[in-house]
């Protein structure tokens, strides 16, 4: 039927834009009551006393939480694992400890959110301070090496010292990146309802419903089984809905104790310290090379805060291990320092749009150093050989994302000296940053049903979070059944599906789907069987080679003979056919060859020279991505993608007091976030091919990819438009008066 690579609008878009879509907030659940969190307001103590007298006789509270009665929880599990993740390890209103500003120290339950919020403000409390508080810029001095978190901490390949001293041209800076938050559109909200028999229902604004219910299940102790977790919508997600946070639990718990269901809903400037966020980085770059610009040392070291009782790791120096070659040596180090701020997590761009600001920052100032195009440098040090690994790439059409989108973008007519390129009054800028993103392979399972009437439907514990999960799932589906994709019917979010793994590092489609699509054949498969064995088989004594499936029936190829799956379902007394997908591929690190997505990002930019101020012109990304599957969703997911790495580029940064070490930018007013008028016409170019290693549908993660190296283009441009190189983002007016 041919629906992959058909630009099909979202399946779920006319729920979206009618209110029809129900998000977790949305979701009426029958005698539901809400709860209001109090906060700390010291960064690192302990509660002395609290308060609560006035609060628990307040109209309509039902209950009051404090650590003094708050049922305990079981700890979560060591070591860390997507399976069971924890957004971060310390648990709620457990003890007396205070170790970041805005910790909850009490709960307060009451029959309406005004009730419950207006309680909240009438509980004191005591404190005992230790000073100082820890947290602000680090040097190499404080930090350690941490424990390994995802990938080995430390790298190593060959002799990066050694080939550095000895290196004709080098590059060595610092590049600085801040704190910053996903800010997503739908705030966090946990609604638990426990129901007679025990078992626990969540609807919850997460990525991860089956990590969820495996994690609830250990703090909790009671059996998985007993939990369902909802989440059918997701309104923006980017890495900070992935994990389990404090209020989830805490709903829970107060669930269970007051024994009606419980709301938490956090407001906006709760997100700032009850979800993670993006740590800042301190990145120290070494680039050693030949005159002629071939790369023969790459050295690169990030630091990066993490909460006084996790260890988060932000691998900003991971994308230096594979995406350009050294002769000599590469080697990456990572450390981590213990601050009083709340654990961070993973955000789009994880590790890899930090990464590639400093990197491709640094690969720029070697092509001035060298005296090479920026563009000619890169495709100069292209590989197809993993440099950490030795493993042939799966696939890597970087060097085509470079050419073509050069060509789209009109780089052969820039001059490359900086302050040379005016319009009026205004300095042009033009640069570029290539980008590789890492692939995940993990374990999915889903269901397809063929309905006699011709329909299907399309069942995993997947999710959607905004990206066109249900549109894609659809496609896949229909290509293997013959079906138009109206017919086929997705339902996702539900634990009660068949598991599923977690909805981020751009994974969905590569593995999710392939479970689909494996669950389709299936069922494809089964009704081929019955065209040729079964009752009153229309094509007894065919091979199964010769037939197919094709708008709605089962056809004989090369005959004109053909069967509807409503008559072959009902000769044979089925109401319908049923197939199970299992994916269970290896991981990608023990595979034959290396897995990665890349893409090049060209961007111009007009600088006002007097007031410091950097408009985006124009916006060029060219991506290997593998086969897209529906080019209209991938299209927005690069757009979405380019816009993000704008507001890292110029905007985005989460300001502390650096007194209480508080995040004082709470809010949509002082967060600055790219809107309609900061972004111009963005270019999406697809120049990936079917990449069989990375997946049976032949894709590679796209929305994540699409948000890297757009910062180190901008910062790249910027250094073209002005001669000024600005080594610290967001790139703000200060920096470049």
């Not at 409503?566 to 000769?571: I, M, S």
Request: proline share 6%; aromatic share 6%.
């Amino acid at each position: 039927m041919n629906a992959i690579g058909q630009s099909i609008s979202r399946a779920d878009g006319r729920l979206k834009v009618t209110g029809g879509a129900r998000y977790t907030a949305d979701l009426p659940v029958e005698g539901a009551v809400h709860a209001a969190i109090v906060h700390s307001t010291i960064a690192s103590g302990r509660t002395v006393s609290i308060d609560t007298a006035a609060a628990e006789k307040a109209p309509g509270v039902l209950a009051v939480f404090t650590q003094c009665n708050m049922p305990r929880m079981n700890p979560t599990p060591k070591p860390w694992s997507h399976l069971r993740p924890h957004g971060q390890g310390y648990l709620p209103l457990q003890d007396d400890q205070i170790h970041y500003a805005g910790q909850p120290i009490a709960l307060v339950v009451a029959d309406t959110l005004a009730q419950a919020s207006h309680a909240a403000t009438l509980i004191t409390a005591q404190y005992d301070v230790r000073k100082p508080a820890i947290f602000g810029a680090h040097t190499a001095d404080e930090a350690f090496d941490p424990p390994q978190f995802l990938w080995p901490v430390n790298s190593s390949v060959g002799d990066a010292r050694k080939a550095l001293a000895a290196a004709a041209v080098k590059v060595e800076q610092t590049y600085t990146t801040s704190d910053r938050h996903h800010n997503q559109m739908e705030p966090h909200a946990t609604t638990a309802v426990w129901q007679p028999d025990g078992s626990l229902t969540l609807y919850d604004t997460t990525q991860h419903i089956f990590g969820a219910k495996e994690l609830v299940a250990i703090v909790l102790g009671i059996p998985p089984a007993r939990i369902t977790v909802v989440s059918q919508f997701l309104g923006g997600g980017f890495g900070g809905k992935a994990y389990v946070w404090p209020h989830t639990l805490m709903a829970a718990v107060a669930a269970k104790a007051v024994g009606r269901p419980v709301r938490i809903q956090l407001t906006r400037a709760q997100m700032y310290s009850m979800a993670g966020h993006q740590p800042a980085t301190i990145q120290r770059i070494s680039l050693g090379a030949e005159r002629d610009g071939k790369l023969v040392a790459i050295q690169h070291q990030s630091i990066s805060p993490t909460s006084m009782f996790d260890n988060y790791i932000e691998y900003a120096a991971l994308s230096s291990r594979s995406l350009w070659p050294a002769s000599g040596g590469i080697s990456t180090t990572h450390k981590i320092v213990h601050v009083n701020r709340n654990t961070p997590t993973a955000m789009r761009s994880p590790h890899e749009a930090l990464g590639h600001f400093a990197l491709e920052s640094a690969m720029d100032e070697l092509a001035y150093a060298t005296g090479l195009d920026p563009v000619a440098l890169r495709l100069l040090n292209d590989t197809q050989t993993d440099p950490h690994s030795g493993r042939p790439f799966s696939t890597r059409a970087l060097s085509k994302c470079l050419t073509e989108g050069a060509a789209r973008f009109g780089w052969d007519k820039r001059t490359p000296e900086p302050r040379s390129i005016r319009d009026g009054r205004y300095l042009i800028g033009q640069g570029v940053a290539a980008a590789i993103y890492t692939h995940w392979r993990w374990p999915a399972k889903a269901r397809v049903t063929l309905n006699q009437d011709g329909t299907a439907l399309v069942e995993a514990g997947s999710h959607e979070l905004g990206t066109g999960t249900y549109t894609v799932m659809q496609q896949v589906a229909a290509d293997a059944l013959g079906l138009s994709p109206e017919k086929v019917t997705v339902r996702l979010g539900d634990t009660r599906l068949p598991a599923s793994h977690a909805s981020i590092g751009s994974a969905t489609m590569a593995n999710a789907g392939a479970s689909v699509m494996l669950a389709a054949n299936a069922v494809r498969d089964q009704a081929i069987a019955l065209a040729i064995g079964g009752k009153d088989a229309p094509f007894s004594g065919a091979g199964a080679e010769e037939v197919v499936v094709v708008d709605g029936a089962v056809a004989l190829t090369g005959k004109n003979l053909h069967i509807a799956y409503a008559e072959l379902l009902a000769r044979n007394g089925l109401l319908n056919l049923v197939g199970d997908g299992d994916y269970d591929p290896i991981e990608e690190a023990v595979g034959p060859k290396a897995i990665f997505s890349f893409s090049a990002v060209f961007a111009e930019v007009r600088v006002d020279p007097d007031f410091g101020t950097v408009r985006l012109s124009r916006l060029v990304g060219a991506y290997d991505a593998g086969r897209i599957i529906n080019p209209k969703t991938a299209r927005s997911q690069a757009i979405g993608g380019m816009i993000w790495g704008l507001g890292q580029a110029l905007l985005e940064q989460s300001e502390t007091d650096p007194t209480t070490g508080r995040f004082v930018n709470r809010n949509y007013s002082g967060y600055l976030v790219p809107t309609n008028a900061d972004i111009p016409e963005c270019d999406v170019l697809f120049v990936g091919a079917f990449d069989e290693e990375a997946s049976p549908l032949g894709t590679k993660g796209l929305g994540e990819l699409t948000a890297v190296s757009v910062a180190p283009a901008i910062v790249n441009a910027v250094y073209h438009a002005t001669g000024k190189r600005i080594r610290d983002l967001p790139l703000t007016i200060e920096k470049l008066m």
